[in-house]
């Protein structure tokens, strides 16, 4: 039984990729960039800023709850 459902798996998938071969095919996707909205905003800088800010925070509360547990705070 198991080698008929990786079977179909595996003719499943060879199936799933020729669709998707048609599909790319037959239609163009083209990306959308925020300076042809009229909008000059780099959405990943963005992205990347954010995370940054509440990585430095959680190390912040971390560093805070060490010393605390250590006995070092001031």
């Known amino acids: 039984m198991l ?3 990786i079977a ?7 199936f799933v990729e ?3 071969h048609l599909f790319v095919d037959h239609y163009e996707i083209e990306w959308d960039s925020a300076s042809e ?5 780099n959405f990943a800088q963005e992205i990347a800023t954010a995370m ?3 990585h430095r925070e959680s190390e912040r ?12 705070h001031c």
């Open 8 to 14: 179909g798996a595996i003719i499943g998938s060879f």
């Open 3 to 5: 080698v008929f459902i």
């Open 61 to 72: 509360q971390m560093n805070k709850a060490f010393k605390v547990a250590s006995g070092t």
């Open 52 to 54: 940054r800010r509440t």
């Open 18 to 20: 020729y669709l998707v």
């Open 37 to 41: 909205n009229g909008r000059d905003i």
